[in-house]
Nanobody, 123 residues
Framework: VQLQASGGGLVQAGGSLRLSCAAS????????MGWFRQAPGKEREFVGS????????YIGDSVKGRFTISRDNAKNTVFLQMNSLKPEDTAVYYC?????????????????WGQGTLVTVSS
């Protein structure tokens, strides 16, 4: 499975961005897609995930109410819609794919990772 993340950039606080993650290859092996982020000097943080089959989502507490995850089945693409962005949302955002069920917020549960896309929120 190959993952290609895109959509990052510079945005002012209060603005919005939509990240995309296109999956290719053996997508039938995907059980769940997740989004993580990592700010400089900090650990990788769970943002949210979506079940590949059912499209049920789970959003991390730090972004709940501001971020949503969706999927375009036909394009094998997952989206992270980020609204009401704050400077503390600044990070490199990664998409990841898990081939099996497990604790969805743990990075080691994911088997495939995209290259990351930088989101910078200015105050």
């Amino acid at each position: 499975v190959q993952l290609q993340a895109s959509g990052g950039g510079l945005v002012q606080a209060g603005g919005s961005l939509r990240l995309s993650c296109a999956a290719s290859g053996r997508t039938l092996n995907i059980y769940r897609m997740g989004w993580f982020r990592q700010a400089p000097g900090k650990e990788r943080e769970f943002v949210g995930s979506i079940n590949w089959s059912t499209s049920s989502t789970y959003i991390g507490d730090s972004v709940k109410g501001r971020f949503t995850i969706s999927r375009d089945n036909a394009k094998n693409t997952v989206f992270l819609q980020m609204n009401s962005l704050k400077p503390e949302d600044t990070a490199v955002y990664y998409c990841a794919a898990a081939g099996r069920a497990g604790i969805l917020s743990v990075p080691t549960r994911y088997d495939y990772w995209g290259q990351g896309t930088l989101v910078t929120v200015s105050s």
